[in-house]
C-alpha cells in the first residue's frame, strides 16, 4: 500500500525499534519500514537502497553512526525526495523512542529544507543539501522567497535601496521571530521579528551576495516541483475513490496550492472550494478568491463565522492563549460541508508540517465525521508552495507581494510587528472595523510592554 512516507533502516532490529517511536507518536499514520537486510559496506547500503526507491512516496533513510560512510557517500547525491538522516548513536535501535521521535522529526524537516545556492544559474536549488551559513534543518523552521525585497526593507540602512525587479531573497524564519535572509550563499541579514508590536532589530552579518534571478530559479526548480507534486497526487489516489472533493480555500497560498492539486486530480466538475468570512477578514482575501476562482473555472461556495458581532458583543478578543476564533471557522466550515455533502466526501487540507506542532502531528489522511481528510503539501516548504503556483500560472494573494507571511483576519494575533505595520503603510486598515481594529492595537501593544518587562527580569 502507498503512503506519504516509507522509512529504510539498515536491519530488522532497528526497524523494531523504529516501529516503536511511531506507534507511540503518529498515531494514525500508515508508515512502511522496510530494511537493507544488514547491509554493512557503502556498496551494499546504495545497492539495497536502489531496490526500494520510488518517485511516488517520500524515502527516509536512517543510519546510524556504524554506517557514516555510506552517509558521507549518499547525503549529497540522493535525489529530492529522499532525506539521508545520521542518528547520533552507533545503531538506530541504541536510541530510546522519544529520541528516535526526534530524529524522525528532523529527516521529515529535512525533506522540505534543503535548499542550495547554485552560482551557475543565478538560482536557489530545493532539495539540495544547503551550502548557507547558519542555515538549519530543524523542525520548528520554514523557507520561502522574498519575491519583492520586502525584509530587506526592514533594516531602514543603505542595502534598502538595492532591490531590483526580479530579484529574489531567500528567508529562513527560525524560533523567536529570527529571520535569515540571504542573498546568493551569504547570509545578508539576521532580522528578528516580534510578534507584539515591538520594534524591529536586524543585524548585517555578511556584504551583499550575487542576485537570484526568480525568472532562473523557478526554471531550475521545475522538475523537481514535478516530482512533488506527483507524490501529492499519488497520496491523494491512496485515498480512495470520491463523489464529491471539498477544498477549504482561504486565499493564502497553502489552500491555494491545494486546490490547484485537487483540480489536477480530480477535474472541475467534482471540486467544490469553500471560502469561509470571518467578517473580520482582508478584504483582499475575498477579492483574490472570487478573482482566482473565475480563473481557474471552479465552484466557489461561501461561507460566514461571525467573529464580529461575537466580539462587538464582549468576547475577548482572540490571543496566543485562546485562539477561539479557529474554532468557530471550523464549526463554519463543517456546517457548509454537511449542507453540500453528496455521496462520499474528500476533504482536501493545506495543512503543512511547518505551521504548527498540531498539525505537524496530523495523519496525512485522517477520518473526520463521514467525510476523509488528506493534506498532500504535508512535507512542503513555503518556498516550495510559491513557486509550484508561480510554475502553473496562479499568482500569489497580493498581500503576499506586500510583505506578509500569512494571511486571514486582521485581529489576527499571529500577525507579527512587521505585518501591522505594513497594514499602516499601504492603508489596508480602510476595510477594516475601525472599533475592532483599534482595540487590537491596543492589545498588541500590551504585549509588547509585557514582554519588556519580562526581558528586564
Known amino acids: 500500500m502507498r503512503t506519504l512516507l516509507r522509512l ?18 503518529y498515531t494514525g499514520w500508515k508508515i512502511n519500514i522496510y530494511t537493507l537486510k544488514g547491509a554493512r559496506t557503502p556498496e551494499k547500503i546504495i545497492e539495497n537502497l536502489l531496490r526500494y526507491y520510488t518517485d511516488k512516496e517520500f524515502i527516509l533513510l536512517l543510519l ?11 547525503i549529497q547525491g540522493s535525489p529530492p525526495n529522499v532525506a539521508v538522516h545520521l542518528v547520533p548513536k552507533a545503531k538506530i535501535r541504541n536510541a530510546r523512542t522519544a529520541e528516535l521521535f526526534w530524529e524522525l522529526e528532523k529527516a521529515r524537516a529535512t525533506l522540505r529544507l534543503r535548499i542550495r545556492w547554485n552560482s551557475v544559474h543565478n538560482a536557489y536549488e530545493l532539495g539540495k543539501m544547503p551550502n548557507l551559513r547558519e542555515y538549519e534543518l530543524m523542525p520548528y523552521n520554514d523557507v520561502f522567497f ?3 525585497g520586502a525584509y530587506i526593507k526592514l533594516t531602514q540602512t543603505p542595502d534598502r535601496e538595492k532591490t531590483r525587479n526580479g530579484e529574489v531573497y531567500l528567508v529562513q524564519r527560525a524560533l523567536g521571530g529570527l529571520h535569515r535572509l ?15 508590536l515591538c520594534s524591529i532589530k536586524w543585524e548585517k552579518v555578511e556584504d551583499e551576495g550575487e542576485h537570484a534571478e526568480l525568472y532562473n530559479t523557478l526554471k531550475v526548480n521545475k522538475r523537481m516541483l514535478e516530482l512533488y507534486e506527483q507524490i501529492s497526487l499519488s497520496l491523494l489516489d491512496s485515498a480512495g475513490s470520491f463523489d464529491k472533493i471539498i477544498v477549504p480555500w482561504s486565499g493564502g497560498k497553502d489552500s491555494t496550492a491545494a486546490l490547484l492539486l485537487a483540480l489536477k486530480k480530480y477535474g472541475r466538475k467534482k ?7 470571518t467578517l473580520v477578514d482582508f478584504p483582499e482575501n475575498e477579492e483574490y478568491v472570487e478573482k482566482t476562482a473565475k480563473q481557474l ?6 461561507a460566514v463565522a461571525d467573529l464580529k458581532t461575537k466580539i462587538r458583543q464582549g468576547v475577548p478578543l482572540p490571543s496566543h492563549e485562546n485562539r477561539w476564533c479557529t474554532g468557530e471557522k471550523i464549526k463554519a466550515l463543517k456546517r457548509t460541508i454537511r449542507e453540500i455533502a453528496d455521496g462520499k466526501m474528500l476533504v482536501i487540507s493545506g495543512d503543512r508540517d511547518s505551521e504548527s506542532r498540531a498539525r505537524s502531528k496530523r495523519p496525512p489522511i485522517r477520518k473526520e465525521e463521514y467525510w476523509t481528510v488528506a ?30 507571511y500569512r494571511l486571514g483576519c486582521y485581529i489576527c494575533p499571529s500577525l507579527r510587528s512587521w505585518e501591522i505595520k505594513l497594514i499602516q503603510k499601504y492603508g489596508l486598515d480602510k476595510g477594516f ?14 504585549e509588547c510592554i509585557s514582554r519588556r518587562r519580562i526581558e528586564l527580569y
Do not use: C
Open 146 to 148: 522574498d519575491l519583492i
Open 182 to 196: 540571504y542573498q546568493g550563499e551569504k547570509l545578508f541579514y539576521k532580522i528578528t521579528i516580534p510578534d507584539a
Open 64 to 74: 546510524g553512526r556504524e554506517d557514516v560512510e555510506a552517509y558521507r557517500q549518499l
Open 375 to 404: 493534506s498532500p503539501l504535508k512535507l512542503w516548504s513555503t518556498a516550495h508552495v510559491q513557486f509550484y503556483l508561480l510554475i502553473n500560472g496562479v499568482q500569489l494573494n497580493p498581500l503576499y507581494y506586500k510583505g506578509f
Open 271 to 277: 471540486v467544490t472550494a469553500v471560502y469561509v468570512n
Open 297 to 302: 473555472g471552479i465552484k466557489l461556495v461561501k
Open 8 to 25: 529504510i533502516v539498515r536491519s530488522k532490529k532497528d526497524k523494531d525499534a523504529l516501529e516503536a517511536a511511531i506507534n507511540a507518536f
Open 433 to 446: 472595523d475601525e472599533i475592532l481594529y483599534k482595540k487590537f492595537i491596543t492589545m498588541k501593544k500590551a
